[in-house]
């Protein structure tokens, strides 16, 4: 028990919130609370669908629950039942095999539905493109609000892609889909 | 032994490790199983090509055996558009693991295991109708037409008093890939378990018959995200081959640096999630803070977190500089302290160790007669590491020590991550600290004719296989096939066998204490 104590002790608290640094991953932390806080009330929760990636993407979302980016300190929780979803959060490309696991999925989710793609798959197809067994990008499937693109995206601009979607509130709102790339750069 | 002296009186690829091609007849392709299968050798994969052009050419059905001489590739030619469905000898009485990758190359070329036991669809899950098959090269047998409704799936039942289902997936509770489980249940004890995989599956094989050679790296970085070095260096060193070409010594100490770095990021990175699937959320929080801090140096160093598209054909995109090489250097030794308090942690934590022992076990001998490979297949005393048994550039320097244990459960597998990083840490050290400096890239002349290739490599996983066909054409030179295998095509049917007899909240920790590939797995 004292090497854990010890080990807690000495790392001390990672997580990254000073914002004084003027890097972005530090202002990101309390600015996000604050819209969470704002919009959804005390939590965010999120259920992921991986429609097809090929898992880097996934790589990168759990590295969200890691210390430095600390989620859960913000008030955004992983939960493993799109019933209890504020957010689906894909990734892609959607694979023929799981269309209709991703529609289903969508379908039980309660309003918001909230919908975030993920990475340059999720967007757009990516390097896999249209095929016999691909459906393409997430919007092919189901409507989507946000789109964060990268191979794989860094944990940070996943974190700005789902402050971008809380922003805009419900998707009734909503006339088409955001770019991250274009409203956050 | 006579299967050794035949495979040495073959002619080797040029490629860095022995990898020899043959064509066979029907008779000697079952005859070679039998021979391997009882010279110890493993199947590494199957698969089948469609060497058709016109109205002539065959279909073909290939195997890779791995030897102690090396890795064999047979082709079996199965006759032309006559024959119908072209047929060849099962390989599943030799090697239990044929079985899934036969139902796969069923689907993807309509050539069929004559009597295998098992016919079911396998990466089809309707998608596509039975009767077309997406990797002929006629468009008519392709059949891309509109696609049905999903097709059910026939799970084996097991029944009797008490007996239950519990259906799993596609759609995990967690942040996984999707995967069908079936488990049949009494009580809280599993009495079967049966996968369902394929859901992935988003025609890779295909794909890369559309992209050039020079370019397709990018998408082999793509099969299996936590394998990206694995994969694109497999893929180059295939196409290497195919070119005859050698890549400057510092390229191949830049890929194992990063190879070895992918190997250590996946085992951080699993040895937290182990523990948070025991209840132990102090391991997740130490080994992801550890995981990130790596990761992040990769970002710093190569560009990537994950060190995506830094293997290009013909060696790697970029070398490193004196600085950069110095901060890996130090965060081998930091990351080193605090794996070896974090091990007296997992060590003497009773819970945990309550949890993690006699947990899923595979016996030796059951992973002997399955095929079970890589960590897994370490952690069950299957002493089987391609950077020791066939050490290519640069690891016929570096002396790699292999990690095994024997117990085969849950606790084997978390000390078998644990002493890899310990030796991969060395090994980077070693890198780090040898002569920098040279070449890092040879320009590739792709040959004029139709010519094979072939790369294989030890990932994190176990090894990963590429087999590379191009077609040749003057001033056109493409992919004609591209076969790549993950060890998962082996493992995962293993995984069936270890939860037998385990209580249903294990299996979570039991399938992350195996990690296998679902993207790598359904291509």
């Given amino acids: 028990m004292w090497r854990i104590l010890r080990q807690i002790a000495r790392n001390g608290i990672r997580t990254e919130t000073a914002p004084a640094c003027g890097d972005a991953l530090r202002v990101q932390g309390p600015l996000l609370h604050q819209e969470v806080l704002a919009i959804l009330g005390r939590a965010l929760t999120i259920r992921q669908v991986d429609a097809g990636s090929c898992n880097g993407c996934e790589l990168e979302i759990n590295a969200l629950n890691n210390p430095y980016y600390n989620l859960e300190g913000l008030g955004i929780k992983f939960v493993a039942s799109p019933r209890h979803a504020d957010m689906l959060l894909v990734t892609g490309p959607v694979s023929r095999n799981m269309e209709m696991a991703l529609r289903r999925t969508y379908d039980a989710t309660p309003a918001p539905k909230l919908v975030v793609a993920v990475g340059d798959c999720g967007c757009d197809g990516g390097i896999f493109g249209d095929g016999y067994a691909t459906c393409g990008r997430v919007a092919n499937v189901i409507p989507v609000d946000v789109t964060v693109p990268g191979c794989p995206p860094p944990p940070i601009d996943i974190l700005r892609g789902i402050l971008t979607a809380v922003r805009r509130g419900t998707p009734a709102a909503v006339a088409g889909e955001t770019h991250l790339r274009g409203e956050m750069r | ?523």
């Fill in chain 2, 1 to 523: 032994m006579l299967i050794s002296r035949f495979v040495e009186s073959i002619e080797p690829l040029p490629a860095p490790l022995p990898i020899r091609n043959l064509t066979v007849r029907s008779d000697t392709w079952r005859a070679i199983a039998k021979a391997v299968s009882a010279a110890g050798g493993r199947l590494l994969a199957l698969w089948g090509s469609d060497r058709t052009r016109g109205a002539s050419g065959v279909l073909v059905v290939s195997a890779a055996y791995a030897l102690r001489e090396g890795l064999l590739w047979l082709d079996l030619p199965l006759g032309g558009r006559s024959v119908n469905p072209p047929g060849y000898p099962d390989l599943v009485p030799f090697f239990p693991c044929a079985a899934r990758m036969q139902r796969a190359a069923a689907d993807l070329l309509g050539i069929i295991a004559e009597g295998a036991a098992d016919q079911r669809p396998w990466l089809n899950h309707g998608a596509w109708p039975a009767d077309g098959h997406p990797l002929r090269r006629d468009p008519r047998e392709r059949s891309h037409g509109p696609v049905g409704e999903a097709i059910d799936y026939a799970f084996v039942r097991v029944q009797g008093d008490g007996v239950h289902e519990i259906p799993v997936g596609p759609v995990h509770a967690g942040i996984i890939e999707p995967g069908h489980f079936r488990f049949s249940v009494v009580g809280e004890k599993v009495l079967r378990l049966e996968q369902r995989l394929g859901y992935k599956h988003k025609g890779i094989e295909a794909r890369f018959t559309e992209l050039p050679p020079l370019v397709a790296h990018r998408l082999a970085g793509r099969i299996s995200g936590d394998s990206t070095v694995a994969y694109a260096w497999a893929y180059c060193m295939a196409l290497e081959s195919v070119a005859a070409c050698t890549i400057p010594a510092r390229a191949a100490w830049l890929r194992a640096l990063l190879l070895e770095r992918e190997r250590v990021a996946n085992h951080l990175g699993d040895l937290g999630a182990l523990a948070n699937d025991a209840a132990f959320g102090f391991g997740l929080a130490q080994f992801s803070r550890l995981r990130e801090d790596w990761l992040r140096r990769s970002q710093d160093a190569f560009g990537h977190r994950l060190m995506m598209d830094c293997i290009v054909p013909g060696g790697v995109a970029s070398d490193i500089d004196s600085v950069t090489a110095e901060t890996l250097f130090r965060q081998c030794d930091a990351i080193e302290r605090e794996v070896v308090e974090l091990r007296k942690v997992y060590d003497e934590h009773s819970g945990l160790q309550d949890r993690f022992m006699t947990t899923g076990r595979v016996s030796p001998e059951l992973a002997a007669r399955l095929g079970l490979g890589g960590l897994a297949g370490r952690a069950s005393g299957q002493a089987v590491d391609l950077r020791c048994d066939q050490p290519h550039p640069p690891y016929h320097q570096l002396a790699v020590n292999i990690a095994t244990r024997r117990d085969g459960d849950v606790a084997a597998r978390v000390a078998v991550r644990f002493d890899e990083i310990f030796e991969s840490l060395r090994l980077l050290r070693v890198i780090l600290a040898g002569p920098d400096g040279g070449e890092t890239r040879t320009p590739l002349q792709l040959p004029a004719k139709p010519a094979l290739g072939a790369g294989w490599v030890e990932g994190w996983r176990g090894d990963v296989f590429v087999a590379l066909e191009l077609a040749g054409e003057p001033g056109a030179n493409t992919i004609r096939r591209c076969h790549v295998h993950d060890p998962s095509w082996q493992n995962w049917p293993v995984l069936e066998h270890a939860v037998i007899g385990n209580i249903v909240p294990d299996f979570p920790l039991i399938n992350k204490s195996f990690n296998l590939s679902y993207s790598g797995h359904d291509l």
